[in-house]
C-alpha cells in the first residue's frame, strides 16, 4: 500500500469523530432530532398551502407570493438561514409569456365568395398566441393526418407541396390502427411527430380538425379554450431572447368550419374514410382557395420566486432537498379533469403542499436539532413547476450554490398520498452512493414499503435540470400517480398523513447519512465531465486525469 493511500484510509477511518452507522436488525435512525418531525406540523402545513383562500397557489398570482411568503416565515421562524439573492429569502425568477394583440382572425376565398371564421367559436390556437402567423391570400393542403410510418407502408405527405402553405389535417392517426386500451395512439399521433414531418416539409402553418371517425364523432367540445389562455398563459423563462419559438402555429377548426372550407357538409368524413383506408388519390384539389390567416402575438412580462434557506454544516458542500410550492390555480392550465372541473380551485394537497411540508419539517429538524451537520444543506421550494419545471430551471442557470460543491438533490413531489404505504425512490440507480444510502435506510421503517427501479430518473419534476443540465446526483421519492392528481378533488382531507410522516422521517434520514458519509456521490447521466465537491470528475467512468505527483508518490511506496 502506498504511504498516501494508508493516511488516506486511516484520515477516513478518524475525520470527525463520526461513528459509521449501524444498519443491523433493531438499528434506529441516526438523523437527530427526527421526533421534532410531528403529523400536527405535518397537517398544518398542508392545509395552509391547500386551502381554497390560497386559489390553487398559481405562477405569478397573488397567492403564489403569499405562498413563499409563508415558506419563508416557517424557515424562519425554525431558525433556518437565509440562502437567496443578496442574503435574503428569495430568488427572483424571470418569466414571460406571449398574448394576443388582437383576437386571430381567419378567412378564405373561393370563386370571389368570402367566408370568415369566429375566433373560439369556429377555431382556436392549439398553443395559444406561443407562435403567432400572418398569412396574406395564402395556400392550403390537406395533408391527411400526417403521418409516415414506413412499417406500415403509409405515408400521406410524401409528394405534397406545403413549403410556405398551411397544412390541412386530421387529428390522430388512421382509425383502423386506433388501438383498445388506456393509450389507444401510437407515436404518429401525437402533435410533436405531426409537427417534425410539416416543418420539415415546410409547412408556414397547420390547421387541425378531428374528423368524425375519430373515437366516435366531432372533438367541438375540446376546442381549447381561449379564455382559460388568457387567464393561465403557457409561461416560458425570461432569458433576454425574444426570438420567435421555434414551434409550428396550429390551430384546431371544428368540424363544421373545415367542411365549410373543404366545400360542404360530410367532406371531412369522406376524406377521413378515403385516408383511413391509404386512399390518398382522393386528396381534394384547394388550389382555388386564398386564405387569409392573422395572429400576432406580443411578449408580456412577470416575476415571481423561489424560496431559498440553508443550515450550514463543517463543509462548504452540499445537500439539497428542494419542492415545489405552486399549483394549477382554477384549472385552466393542466388540468386532468379540464372538461368538468375548469374554473373550480385546484388545492394541489399532493401536488405539491405535502413535498413544502416535507422540506419545511426537515429543514426544521435540523436547524433545532443542536448539532451541526458535517455537509451543510441547502432548502429550495420552486415556482412554476407546473408550467415547465421553470423555477427550478432557472435554478440551475443561476445557482446559489455552485453546482460542482453540491453532492446531491433530493426532490420532493407527491408523497402525501401513499397507496398501502408505497413509495418508490426513482432515479437512485443514477449514483451507487445515493442508492446506498435509500436501502440502508428503508429497513429503519418496516411501515413503509420502498421500491427502487433500476431506470434513469423521470423528467417529471424538479430534479430534472440538475440531473439533466447540472450534472447533479438526485432522486425523486414519489409517491406514485393517483386519481386525485392534478383534478379539484386534490385537497388536504384526502391526504394520508400517516404515511407521509414516515416517509419524511426516511428522508430525513438519507439526507442525513449523505452528510455524513466522507465518500462522494458519484452519477451516471448525460452531463459528460461533471465535477464533484473533491474536485473529481462525478463520472465512474470517465477517464483517469493524470496526476502530477504520481511520480513522486512512487519514490515513497510501501514496496508492495
Wanted: with cysteine; hydrophobic share 40%; glycine share 10%.
Amino acid at each position: 500500500m502506498k504511504i498516501r493511500t494508508l493516511l488516506a484510509a486511516v484520515l477516513l477511518l478518524f475525520i470527525g469523530g463520526r461513528a459509521v452507522a449501524d444498519d443491523t436488525p433493531g438499528a434506529q435512525p441516526t438523523a437527530p432530532n427526527i421526533d421534532s418531525i410531528t403529523l400536527a406540523d405535518i397537517r398544518g402545513d398542508v392545509q395552509f398551502l391547500a386551502s381554497d383562500e390560497m386559489v390553487g397557489r398559481e405562477t405569478l398570482k397573488p397567492e403564489s407570493a403569499i405562498t413563499a411568503a409563508y415558506v419563508r416565515s416557517r424557515m424562519e421562524r425554525a431558525g433556518v438561514q437565509p440562502a437567496g439573492v443578496n442574503g435574503g429569502w428569495y430568488q427572483p425568477v424571470k418569466l414571460k409569456h406571449n398574448a394576443w394583440q388582437a383576437a386571430p382572425s381567419l378567412s378564405w376565398t373561393r370563386g370571389g365568395q368570402t367566408e370568415s371564421l369566429e375566433y373560439a367559436r369556429d377555431f382556436v390556437s392549439t398553443d395559444g398566441p406561443s407562435a403567432g402567423l400572418e398569412l396574406r391570400a395564402g395556400q392550403v393542403v390537406f395533408a391527411g393526418y400526417a403521418v409516415n410510418d414506413s412499417a406500415r407502408s403509409y405515408n400521406d405527405i410524401e409528394g405534397v407541396d406545403l413549403k410556405g402553405k398551411l397544412a390541412l389535417i386530421l387529428r390522430y392517426e388512421p382509425t383502423p390502427w386506433v388501438r383498445a386500451g388506456r393509450n389507444p395512439f401510437s407515436r404518429n399521433a401525437f402533435l410533436q411527430t405531426k409537427t417534425a414531418l410539416l416543418r420539415q416539409a415546410g409547412a408556414a402553418g397547420v390547421l387541425l380538425v378531428t374528423g368524425p371517425r375519430s373515437l366516435g364523432g366531432s372533438d367541438n367540445r375540446t376546442l381549447p379554450s381561449p379564455e382559460a389562455g388568457e387567464k393561465s398563459p403557457p409561461l416560458s423563462l425570461d432569458l433576454g431572447d425574444d426570438k420567435a419559438a421555434d414551434s409550428l402555429p396550429f390551430f384546431q377548426l371544428t368540424l363544421a368550419a373545415c367542411d365549410r372550407l373543404l366545400g360542404g357538409k360530410g367532406e371531412t368524413e369522406r376524406l377521413q374514410k378515403a385516408f383511413d383506408e391509404g386512399d390518398f388519390s382522393a386528396r381534394p384539389d384547394l388550389s382555388g382557395v386564398s386564405l387569409d390567416l392573422k395572429a400576432v402575438s406580443t411578449v408580456v412580462r412577470g416575476e415571481d420566486r423561489n424560496v431559498a434557506g440553508m443550515v450550514k454544516g463543517e463543509l462548504d458542500e452540499w445537500i439539497i432537498f428542494g419542492a415545489h410550492h405552486d399549483h394549477l390555480g382554477y384549472g385552466y392550465f393542466g388540468a386532468r379533469d379540464a372538461r368538468t372541473a375548469m374554473g373550480q380551485v385546484h388545492n394541489g394537497a399532493d401536488d405539491n403542499a405535502s413535498g413544502v411540508a416535507t422540506v419545511l419539517e426537515i429543514a426544521e429538524a435540523l436547524a433545532t436539532c443542536g448539532r451541526k451537520p458535517r455537509r451543510s444543506f441547502l432548502f429550495l421550494t420552486f415556482t412554476g413547476e407546473e408550467k415547465g419545471l421553470l423555477g427550478s430551471s432557472w435554478y440551475v442557470k443561476h445557482p446559489l450554490i455552485p453546482h460542482e460543491k453540491v453532492v446531491a438533490m433530493i426532490n420532493i413531489d407527491m408523497i402525501g398520498r401513499l397507496d398501502q404505504a408505497k413509495v418508490t425512490m426513482d432515479g437512485t440507480s443514477c449514483s451507487k452512493l445515493l442508492d446506498r444510502h435509500c436501502k440502508e435506510a428503508a429497513p429503519l421503517f418496516p411501515e413503509l414499503k420502498v421500491g427502487f427501479n433500476d431506470r434513469p430518473p423521470m423528467p417529471a419534476s424538479d430534479h430534472w435540470p440538475f440531473f439533466s443540465q447540472a450534472g447533479i446526483p438526485v432522486f425523486f421519492p414519489f409517491g406514485g400517480v393517483n386519481k386525485f392528481m392534478h383534478t379539484a378533488e386534490d385537497d388536504a382531507e384526502t391526504i394520508n398523513y400517516a404515511d407521509m410522516l414516515a416517509c419524511i422521517k426516511l428522508l430525513y434520514e438519507i439526507g442525513w447519512r449523505i452528510s455524513e458519509d466522507p465518500g462522494y456521490a458519484d452519477y451516471t447521466g448525460p452531463v459528460k465531465g461533471s465535477i464533484g465537491p473533491d474536485g473529481k470528475s462525478r463520472d465512474p467512468n470517465a477517464p483517469k486525469v493524470a496526476d502530477p505527483d504520481a511520480e513522486q508518490e512512487e519514490e515513497f511506496s510501501a514496496g508492495e
